[in-house]
T-cell receptor, first 111, second 111 residues
């Protein structure tokens, strides 16, 4: 079956880099996503990567994909207090198709 | 562009009562999803519609949950009778081919 795992919590100092890790089990996953959820808010798509890529950079965000190990990471450079939120990793078989989410990683940015 | 609209935002009911949630997707989006997000967990897919047809309802507890999407636009999700474990945020999402867009969710508390 499909399974997406994430660590529960990450604490980081403002200005440092954050790295959030995710592992998945389904080798047929085609798209891998990172969503951000702030308290009381819906899910905001941050970025996604297609499975034939190993890296994608978008401003302060860098996604790394190790397809062999089924490992995905999200690096946030120069982390700000506004980056404090829960970050969800998700996978799907087709773009925009149903997503399977991990349990989320709560990121706390300390001043 | 208007986002995915959901109502009500908050609902408190007693167990064994019924509740209904409404979702209005982004105009023109053929695919609509309902996800259940229990506190501290990632969202879990309940049902996927393509226009007004059900694509996947394998995770929907059909003894108490029902959903419909009349005319392929708005959708309602109903729970009857509610159980304590149904306390969660119910997220609606819609998509053209490509990215999913999430609403802010309807938070249900069952006492």
């Amino acid at each position: 079956g499909e399974d997406v795992e994430q660590s529960l919590f990450l604490s980081v100092r403002e200005g440092d880099s954050s790295v959030i890790n995710c592992t998945y089990t389904d080798s047929s996953s085609t798209y891998l996503y990172w969503y951000k959820q702030e308290p009381g808010a819906g899910l905001q798509l941050l970025t996604y990567i297609f499975s034939n890529m190993d890296m994608k950079q978008d401003q302060r965000l860098t996604v790394l994909l190790n397809k062999k190990d089924k490992h995905l990471s999200l690096r946030i450079a120069d982390t700000q207090t506004g980056d404090s939120a829960i970050y969800f990793c998700a996978e799907s078989k087709a773009a925009g198709n149903k997503l399977t989410f991990g349990g989320g990683t709560r990121v706390l940015v300390k001043p | 562009e208007a986002g995915v609209a959901q109502s009500p935002r908050y609902k408190i009911i007693e167990k064994r009562q019924s509740v209904a949630f409404w979702c209005n997707p982004i105009s023109g989006h053929a695919t609509l999803y309902w996800y259940q997000q229990i506190l501290g967990q990632g969202p879990k897919l309940l049902i996927q519609f393509q226009n007004n047809g059900v694509v996947d309802d394998s995770q929907l507890p059909k003894d108490r949950f029902s959903a419909e999407r009349l005319k392929g636009v708005d959708s309602t999700l109903k729970i009857q009778p509610a159980k304590l474990e149904d306390s969660a945020v119910y997220l609606c999402a819609s998509s053209p081919p490509g990215e999913l867009f999430f609403g802010e969710g309807s938070r249900l508390t069952v006492l």
